[in-house]
């Protein structure tokens, strides 16, 4: 038999009272996008918090990542500049250590004794 999940919400906690003022502002027209995305968001937060797998995960990163550029003093939907790696050079410098073998470096040599075989011819 599964237990019933529930939800609970501390209807004192700062986060909860916003979003309500939210909420009740937005009476008789749409509530912002941005309530709806930090109510997933929340949601999605319980579910983690209480050990339970979230069906989407890109429903919680994007929310999570427009959060971290606004803490950071950016646009929440400030793009993502693409740039462009030129991988022909590693890879020529790649295939080139490959075709040389390293030779060992011997002057970094230390010769160790083993202290276990002198105790027990010792004994």
Same mark, same amino acid.
């Given at each position: ?11 004192h906690h700062p986060v909860i009272k916003e979003m309500l003022a939210r +909420?009740?502002?937005? $009476?008789?027209? #749409? ?5 709806? *995305? ?7 937060? !319980? ?22 550029? +606004?803490?950071?003093? $950016?646009?929440? #939907? ?5 740039? *462009? ?7 020529? !410098? ?30």
């Open positions: 038999m599964l237990a019933k999940k529930t939800l609970e919400l501390n209807p +909420v009740k502002g937005a $009476m008789g027209g #749409d509530v912002e996008d941005s309530v709806k *995305e930090y109510a997933t968001l929340l949601y999605n937060m !319980a579910l983690l918090n209480s050990g339970f797998l979230i069906e989407n995960p890109a429903e919680f990163v994007a929310p999570m990542q427009k959060l971290l550029k +606004v803490g950071f003093g $950016m646009k929440a #939907d400030a793009p993502v500049e693409e740039i *462009e790696v030129d991988i022909s050079s590693d890879e020529a !410098a790649q295939e080139q250590e490959q075709e040389t073998p390293e030779e060992p470096d011997v002057a970094g040599e230390v010769e160790v004794e083993d202290t276990n075989q002198q105790k027990n011819e010792e004994l």
